[in-house]
């Protein structure tokens, strides 16, 4: 399981410092690849960019994905990865700041696994953050 | 009818309707002139056109020196063109025999503006030398505005002969001795009296007609068009219709009696000129502005230049159409308006959920970074920092969390305003029941009384009359906190005919002085040490109860609990 990767999609370097630092107090110690803005985390997954030449075949365990990115969204991300043979199944946990029904209703219809709003509250948030761990690094076998 | 009667001038005879024709046995010359010149005298007074065809023993210059001396102002006639004096020769020869020569007087009598023709003739033997006369042209007669006398050669007559004459005329002037004498054939005065019958009937229809009745002569301008109208007769309804008194009209000019017609929109002079000159009669519905009135108009010609127009008010019908228009039009305006006022509207909401969208999320992360990095310093550098250091990071904390809460109120009222309101019957004391489990369920330490009235239905929207109950109730558990013998209660007052639900409890309560604060934004009338919350609760119950056009409001006294009430419609 460890050597199974999270990747983290997210633009906000202050809330990239805070996962990283919620699932460490989680003891989470997977490797966690940040793709700081969606047409990274596309490159990523499918071997493009900086990330050309990967072996695509190893994909995440779990992709953790904000929606609101300039250039390519998170929703963006998400319809390109469910249009493509080799990420369609991967466990996308959709976590943004978002409470918009739209944004919610949009993520389910495309595929996404779960939709979890990061509370301003940082304890609860490391709370969110553990139970996604524990479910979707630990209980749930990937497809 | 009176507009149809001629004077004859004539002091045996009566006056004469339109298309007479009479007859007159001469010997003399005097024997003509006695009864011809003030024949003519009472045409040339009454605006006809007078054509005197002479024959022998008379010339024209003696009917014109006759004349001259009965009319002072004969010259003003003549010069007019009112009267042509004409030998029987010539009148012959332009088709006195066919009535050509008549019907070209007639149409001449209406372009120059006279009331119609007057004529004397001879009546012609048929054949030269024949016993048989003939009165050439009398057909024509019957059929114009003409008046004529024909006169006949009392020699050339024998007894038989001369009641053969008077049988066909209605009447004959005959000369006895000194005396002139009337003879009227029995055959004419049957026909006479019937027709007065009808003309007496005729006239009774005439003045009893609830339409308005007029008869007008057109009057022509110098190029032959027609350029105005004269009133000739008028009836009690056309009096009453337009407000225009008979003898105030009679004889003048409807650009007299109504100055500015010849500008009014519905052009009268040219549509009634028109029936006049070309005898089709028209039906048209006309608004006058002379007389600030609408007509249904008919107009017929009975002779050429003349017209006789029945008509009625229509206005009051008129002006419920133009209302009905105009109501019609404002409607239209107001529809647009409110489509305007919608599309406004909702432009307004698009903007008002970008904006949402944007606090949502552009204002909660910073927060989500200052209370994430100041638990990372409690946590990573606790040790480094004294109590007052630690207790401002757990202030900002608490101050970042809190800010994120209202944010999130603020953003639940105005989806609360957004969403669309489905009704449906709805069981507001199985929602009461249901929200107060959850209550207890939350704070299990608390004993508190709720009371719920049973059986409360009423129409609206599920999720918002479920979000409104909670709020209530929960204000009123969270009131309650601090008394003894806490006591919650909903139910229903009757109130100004209307059902008024309310919410009681025995709390904190507050001072009516406030009460219009209450729900309002963000008011808050208790401290947060005291009762936390973010002063949305009441705001939201107050969106949720207008849109569905009920009421809402609050009585209290501050330690002696507070009591809400709203109604839905």
Redesign the interface.
């Given at each position: 399981m460890k050597n199974k990767v999270i990747l983290l999609v997210e633009d906000n370097p202050d809330d990239v410092k805070l996962t990283l630092r919620a699932l460490k107090k989680n003891n989470i110690v997977n490797e966690v690849i940040v793709a700081n803005d969606g047409t990274k985390a596309l490159d990523y997954l499918f071997g493009d960019g900086e990330y050309a030449g990967r072996d695509t075949s190893k994909t995440p365990q779990v992709i953790l994905l904000d929606l609101n990115m300039p250039r390519v969204g998170g929703i963006e991300v998400l319809q390109r990865m469910r249009a493509d043979e080799r990420t369609k199944l991967l466990p996308v946990v959709v976590l943004t700041t978002s409470i918009e029904d739209a944004d919610r209703v949009e993520s389910y219809r495309l595929g996404a696994n779960s939709y979890v709003r990061k509370p301003v509250d940082f304890d609860q948030f490391a709370k969110a953050v553990q139970q996604l761990g524990l479910y979707w690094l630990l209980l749930n076998e990937a497809p | 009818m009176q507009f149809d009667k001629r004077k004859s001038g004539i002091s045996l005879i009566d006056d004469l309707p339109w298309g007479s024709h009479f007859c007159q046995f001469y010997q003399t010359r005097k024997d003509l002139l006695d009864k011809l010149v003030p024949y003519f005298k009472a045409g040339l007074e009454s605006n006809e056109l007078c054509v005197w065809v002479t024959t022998e023993p008379l010339s024209t210059e003696d009917v014109r020196k006759a004349l001259e001396k009965a009319l002072p102002n004969f010259e003003n006639y003549a010069e007019n063109g009112q009267i042509e004096i004409i030998p029987d020769r010539m009148w012959l020869a332009r088709g006195g025999k066919s009535g050509k020569a008549v019907v070209s007087r007639v149409d001449k009598a209406v372009s120059a503006g006279f009331d119609g023709l007057r004529l004397a003739c001879n009546a012609f033997p048929e054949k030269e030398g024949s016993k048989v006369f003939s009165c050439y042209g009398a057909e024509a007669v019957g059929r114009y505005n003409v008046i004529a006398l024909f006169a006949y050669p009392r020699d050339k007559f024998d007894a038989v002969g001369l009641m053969e004459v008077v049988k066909n005329h209605r009447f004959a002037l005959v000369r006895n001795a000194d005396r002139w004498e009337v003879i009227e054939s029995s055959e004419a005065r049957t026909v006479k009296d019937a027709l007065k019958r009808s003309e007496e009937k005729l006239q009774s229809l005439f003045s009893n007609m609830s339409e308005g009745f007029a008869y007008h002569r057109v009057v022509l301008d110098a190029r032959g068009k027609p350029c105005d109208y004269l009133f000739l007769e008028v009836n009690d309804a056309f009096e009453r219709l337009t407000g225009l008194k008979g003898k105030d009209i009679i004889g003048k000019r409807v650009t007299e009696a109504l100055p500015g017609i010849e500008k009014d929109q519905a052009d009268w002079i040219g549509k009634y000129g028109k029936v006049a000159m070309t005898g089709r009669p028209a039906h048209f519905e006309s608004y006058s502005e002379s007389l600030n009135r609408w007509y249904s108009v008919s107009a017929f010609s009975p002779h050429k230049g003349f017209f006789a127009v029945t008509l009625s008010d229509i206005t009051e019908r008129k002006r419920g159409e133009e209302a009905r228009k105009k109501a019609e039009e404002y409607i239209t305006t107001l529809n647009e308006k409110l489509k305007r006022n919608v599309e406004e509207l909702s432009s307004a909401n698009k903007e008002l959920e970008a904006f949402?969208?944007t606090v949502?999320?552009d204002l909660?992360?910073p927060?989500?970074?200052i209370?994430?990095?100041?638990?990372?310093i409690l946590e990573d550098y606790g040790d480094k920092l004294d109590n007052d250091g630690v207790d401002a990071l757990r202030r900002i904390?608490a101050a970042?969390?809190r800010?994120?809460l209202l944010i999130?109120g603020l953003?639940n009222l105005s989806r609360l305003s957004r969403s669309e309101i489905v009704r449906g019957t709805v069981d507001l004391s199985l929602m009461a029941h249901d929200i107060a489990a959850d209550l207890r369920k939350a704070q299990p330490g608390r004993a508190v009384e709720i009371v719920i009235a049973e059986g409360l239905t009423d129409e609206g929207d599920e999720r918002l009359l479920y979000v409104l109950l909670q709020n209530l109730l929960g204000n009123a558990w969270k009131f309650t906190g601090k008394v003894a013998n806490a006591r919650l209660e909903f139910g229903v007052n009757q109130i100004d005919g209307g059902k008024a639900y309310f919410v009681r409890d025995n709390g904190a309560g507050f001072d009516m002085a406030f009460a219009g604060k209450l729900f309002r934004p963000f008011q808050r009338l208790h401290d947060t040490v005291d009762f936390s919350g973010t002063g949305i609760g009441l705001a939201t119950v107050q969106r949720i109860v207008h849109r569905h056009g009920g009421r809402v409001w609050a009585e209290g006294e501050g330690g002696r609990g507070a009591t809400f009430y709203f109604t839905l419609k």
């Open positions: - | 949402s969208y949502s999320h909660r992360s927060l989500r970074s209370d994430g990095f100041s638990q990372e904390r970042s969390q800010m994120g999130d953003l």
